[in-house]
Each structure stands twice: as structure tokens, then as C-alpha cells.
């Protein structure tokens, strides 16, 4: 990604390999724009929306690019909805990045093109919609993704602030909207519609 941005207007001023290493060099790193992947596990700091949104709160001035195969609608406006200033699909081509890049520094929000026709389509894959009850809140998603990563409620709680038994009815109730009995269907809804790759 770096040979990406070689350009003489760009200078990749820190790396981080997860959101506890990124939340650190923004501390102490000035920056005029962060590039973060959605899913950074295997740190104590959340990742995804959670963080997203962190960095938002905190560096408001600072704009915020998304890199992911996520290709979810609920996730992409809710991303957008935070403040994402920019989503980059990990399948298009670093050719494009710089490009990105560019918009978001000159003020512009920009989605590449496969995230814009997701974003314009129908909100869940047909074989998963059930009406208009199927729609998720951010928190439901962001809790259904992390307990398909096999984060136990416990692990989920601790991770986004909030009592087990909080992240029990949120997820309970995103079964109950998906018309699920089992957790095997929450799998299986997070596969068909994006959530996880």
C-alpha cells in the first residue's frame, strides 16, 4: 500500500498492525489523514465500528479512511454514518488509492465504486431479508460480527464497554429481527450478507 502512495505530496508517518498501536501513534503522531482496516483483532482496543467511531471522537480533524472486504450495506452506511470520510474496497486496485486518497484530503468524501454500487442497492441480499423488521442497528451488527468471530459475550462486553447482559439482548435481538432460533443462523446470516468474509 505504501509503493501505492509514492507520490512527493504523500509521507507515511507511522504503521500500526492493531488499533492499540494506531490509537498510540495518534497520541503522540501528527497526521493529516489516517488509513485503517475495519478489522484489526488480537488487541485490547475494539475494532470496526467501535473504533471507527473512537477516532472520530477524538482526532474530529483528522480525516478517516476505511480499508475492507466487508461488503455489507448496513456496515458501509454505518461506517459512513460515523464520519468515515472514505471506504476503499481491498479488492480494487491500489492504482485507485492514491486517487482516494486525494479526494479525502481536498475535503471530499469518496467510496470506491464497488462499495457505491453496494451502497445503492438493496440493503440485505434477498435470500435474507424477511420485511422490513430485518434491519440491524450498528451496535446489533457490531455485536453479531464479533460473536461470529467466536468472541465469547463476555469477551464482546469487556471489549465495547458494555454489561453482558447488554450485549445478551442486543444480540438476542438481532435473532429475533433475522426470525433466527440458533446461533448457527447468526453464521450464516453474517456470511450471505457481507458481515464476515
Known amino acids: 500500500m505504501e509503493m ?4 512527493p505530496a504523500f509521507s ?5 498492525y492493531n488499533a492499540d498501536e494506531l490509537i498510540e501513534h495518534l497520541k503522540c503522531t501528527p497526521c493529516d489523514l489516517v488509513i485503517s482496516d475495519y ?3 488480537d488487541c485490547r482496543s475494539p475494532d470496526g465500528l467501535t473504533l471507527m467511531g473512537y477516532l472520530k471522537r477524538h482526532y474530529p480533524n483528522c480525516p478517516l479512511m476505511v480499508i475492507t472486504m466487508l461488503r455489507n450495506p448496513s456496515v458501509l452506511r454505518a461506517l459512513l454514518d460515523a464520519g468515515v470520510d472514505g471506504l476503499f474496497d481491498k479488492r480494487s486496485s491500489l492504482s485507485n488509492l492514491k486517487q482516494a486518497v486525494l479526494n479525502i ?6 467510496a470506491c ?10 440493503p440485505l441480499p ?3 431479508s424477511k420485511g422490513p423488521s430485518t434491519k440491524l442497528s450498528n451496535r446489533e451488527l457490531e455485536v453479531v460480527r464479533l460473536f461470529v468471530r467466536g468472541l465469547s459475550g463476555r469477551t464482546i462486553a469487556a471489549q465495547l464497554n458494555r454489561s453482558e447482559k447488554t450485549i445478551s439482548r442486543q444480540k ?10 440458533h446461533d448457527g443462523g447468526l453464521v450464516e446470516f453474517a456470511r450471505v450478507s457481507g458481515l464476515i468474509n
Do not use: C, W
Request: cysteine-free; proline content about 5%.
Open 4 to 7: 501505492a502512495l509514492s507520490n
Open 12 to 16: 507515511v508517518v507511522a504503521r500500526a
Open 39 to 41: 478489522s484489526m483483532p
Open 105 to 110: 484530503i481536498r475535503g471530499h468524501r469518496h
Open 113 to 122: 465504486p464497488s462499495f457505491k454500487a453496494i451502497l445503492e442497492a438493496q
Open 126 to 128: 434477498v435470500a435474507i
Open 172 to 181: 438476542r435481538t438481532a435473532m429475533d429481527k433475522l426470525g433466527l432460533d
